[in-house]
Every structure is written in structure tokens, then in C-alpha cells.
């Protein structure tokens, strides 16, 4: 038997053993699988769950998802970031039923070509809905081949991921290329973990290049680091009465589609000074300043986002007048901003101060 053959094996046999019951394990219709791809890009299993099964529940085939407005699909995707995954999934789904019937492509190549599809939901689709013998490579399989074949190549390079793909599909079972796929996927997720592997009862222990030669913490190899630059927001909460000014953010940065409220963004963290400037820039002057709430933070892949909010009370004529000069702004009951898709850093200053 070929050392790629006993190695799949011993993979399989190990999935067969410990994997978690996961309600997209129990199918094989391509929607399902590639909604909860998308979903768990990014995130973790115990957080994607949910978001999935609300997706699942809300819209059933690729159709209902089709139909939806894309302010709704980003409502229900709200809290799991990277909205760019949500905007993407809705796309590709008017694209399937508008261009495919309906039917997702049954090959890796046809399924590269939707958006938000890249090489590695393309191999996971293809295999776990169609049994096409393409490796998936994502976080977990860097960890788990890099370590147990001691390959030291950076997956931060251009030819680092090439070198990966090619060895996961050199291993992978072409006769079992889901089960294989599913398999080294756990295995990383839960036994040959980034921190804390469980080495001692693990089936690869003999052989394995990082345990065997105590480099586990420096494998897989990445050298280039994600650079993380500071914004710092301070957002101007207009209300009228019960009503409250929000605005649809735009393309070209963070949380397209989402609402938020007026925001001054500076290099640094604004006192209430700018935001009296601000009132006498736009000519408001009969309205009641609130104080400024505390910093609220949020982590992002290449952002750090600091942000405060100011609460202004206006009277209902300036507030026609603020809605004159400042175009993108809307009125919003209370109501209505509970519908609406907002970042979780606006949702949590709600929370605190206003529903
Ligand atoms: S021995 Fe440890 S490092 Fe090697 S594959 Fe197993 S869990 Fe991962």
C-alpha cells in the first residue's frame, strides 16, 4: 500500500472516530454545503452554527435566498463579520438561479467562476456534494501537513499554498474524496489544534516531524504578518423626538450596506470641542448636547476601530434642516433600526443608551 493510501487511512479512521455531529455532514446538497462554507470562513464552528441554521430556516433553497433584498440577508448576518461574505453569498445565489437554473456547477472549475468561491469552497463543494477528488486547503490543513511532513515552506508566500495544494491532493483518496477532505479538516480543527495539539493520543505521533523533532510552535511556517492600523470614530447621534438619523454606509470600506449614525473620523479620538464645531459648521444652534459615551472597541483582520458617540437633540425644523445638507442621512424610528443591518459596535451602544 502506498504511504499516500496508509495515510488517508489512518486519517479516515480517525474522523470516523472522533468527528462532531454537524448538521452540514448529514448532506449532500450543494446549497447547504456552501452556505455553511461561507459561513465558517473565518469563524468558528460554535459561532457559525447558529448564523447557519437561521439561514437554512429563513431560506430554505437557493431560490428564497435569491429573492431576498440584500439589506435583509446582511440583517441576518449581522454579528458575524466580514460582511463582504454576506453581500458575495447573495449575489452568487441571483447568479445560480438566474444563470445554472438553480443547479450549483457539479465541478471545481465551474464552481470557481461564482463569486465569493474561491479555491478552497470550490475543492469542499466538489467533494462533499459531488465526491470530485479535489483537496481542500484552508488554516487547518497548512497546520496538520506542515507538521506531520515537516514541510517548511511560508504560507505567506506566493508558491507557499501552491506547494500545499499540490501535497494534499498527491494524499488525497480519490475514492474517498470527501471523507478525506472532512477528515484532515477535524483533525486540524480538533486534534492537531494551533496551541495546544493532543500529541500524546494522536495516530500520527511515531512519524510526525514536529513532535518528533520539537517544533510544533513554528510550523506551518508564515512570516508575513497582517498589519493592524488604528481608526478612531466618533459617531454624532441625531435625534429628533423618537426618530434618529442613520445613514447606509458606502463601498470602499468597512461594512458596506450596513447603518450607522454621522461620524467624524480624525487621527485621534474626538472631545466634544469637534463636535461643538460641527454643529456650528452645519448651523445648527437650539439643539441639547449630550456627553460623550464611553470608547467602545472592535477588532477587525486589519483594523482597530476606537469609537465614541455624542447624543444631539434637535428640534424637528433643524432637523429638516440637517436632512437638506447632509443627503445620505434618514429618519428612523426605533423600530426600524432594530430591522436594520448595523455593525455590532453601533448595536452596542443601542443597547447601552437607547432601546
Ligand atoms: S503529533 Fe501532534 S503535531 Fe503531530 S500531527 Fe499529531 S497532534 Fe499534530
Redesign the pocket.
Given at each position: 500500500m502506498s504511504n499516500s493510501k496508509v495515510f488517508a487511512n489512518q486519517l479516515i479512521n480517525w474522523y470516523e472516530h472522533h468527528k462532531r455531529d454537524l448538521p452540514w455532514r448529514n448532506t449532500t446538497d450543494p446549497y447547504k454545503i456552501w452556505l455553511s462554507e461561507i459561513v465558517l470562513q473565518q469563524t468558528r464552528v460554535a459561532q457559525g452554527l447558529p448564523y447557519y441554521e437561521a439561514f437554512v430556516n429563513q431560506y430554505p433553497t437557493v431560490f428564497d435566498l435569491a429573492e431576498a433584498s440584500e439589506t435583509e440577508v446582511l440583517r441576518l448576518w449581522q454579528g458575524l463579520g466580514y460582511y463582504s461574505r454576506a453581500r458575495n453569498l447573495h449575489a452568487c445565489a441571483q447568479t445560480v438561479v438566474k444563470d445554472y437554473n438553480g443547479k450549483f456547477p457539479e465541478n471545481f472549475e465551474g464552481l470557481l467562476k461564482l463569486k465569493g468561491i474561491g479555491r478552497y469552497t470550490a475543492a469542499a463543494i466538489a467533494s462533499f456534494a459531488f465526491e470530485q477528488p479535489n483537496a481542500v486547503v484552508d488554516g487547518n490543513v497548512y497546520?496538520?501537513l506542515s507538521?506531520?511532513f515537516g514541510m517548511e515552506n511560508d504560507i505567506s508566500s506566493t508558491n507557499g499554498p501552491k506547494i500545499f495544494e499540490s501535497k494534499a491532493n498527491e494524499l488525497l483518496d480519490p475514492a474517498r474524496p470527501s471523507s478525506f477532505n472532512q477528515a484532515i479538516m477535524e483533525?486540524g480543527a480538533i486534534?492537531?489544534?494551533p496551541k495546544s495539539?493532543?500529541?500524546v493520543l494522536?495516530?500520527?505521533?511515531s512519524t510526525?516531524?514536529?513532535?518528533n523533532h520539537n517544533c510544533?510552535d513554528v510550523?506551518p511556517v508564515k512570516t508575513k504578518k497582517v498589519k493592524v492600523s488604528k481608526r478612531y470614530f466618533t459617531y454624532v447621534v441625531f435625534r429628533a423626538g423618537d426618530l434618529f438619523c442613520l445613514k447606509e454606509r458606502g463601498k470602499k470600506d468597512v461594512w458596506q450596506g450596513l447603518y450607522d449614525f454621522h461620524l467624524l473620523e480624525a487621527k485621534e479620538i474626538q472631545d466634544i470641542e469637534n463636535v461643538i464645531s460641527l454643529l456650528n459648521e452645519l448651523g445648527l444652534r437650539n439643539c441639547e448636547l449630550g456627553t460623550l459615551s464611553k470608547i467602545y472597541e472592535h477588532v477587525l483582520t486589519h483594523q482597530r476601530i476606537f469609537a465614541n458617540f455624542v447624543e444631539v437633540k434637535l428640534p424637528h425644523d433643524q432637523m429638516e434642516q440637517l436632512l437638506k445638507i447632509t443627503d445620505q442621512l434618514s429618519l428612523y424610528s426605533i423600530e426600524q433600526i432594530r430591522e436594520l443591518p448595523k455593525p455590532v459596535l453601533i448595536s452596542k451602544y443601542l443597547e447601552d443608551h437607547i432601546f
Open positions: 497546520r496538520v507538521r506531520i483533525f486534534q492537531c489544534s495539539p493532543s500529541c494522536c495516530p500520527f505521533s510526525c516531524f514536529a513532535y510544533i510550523l
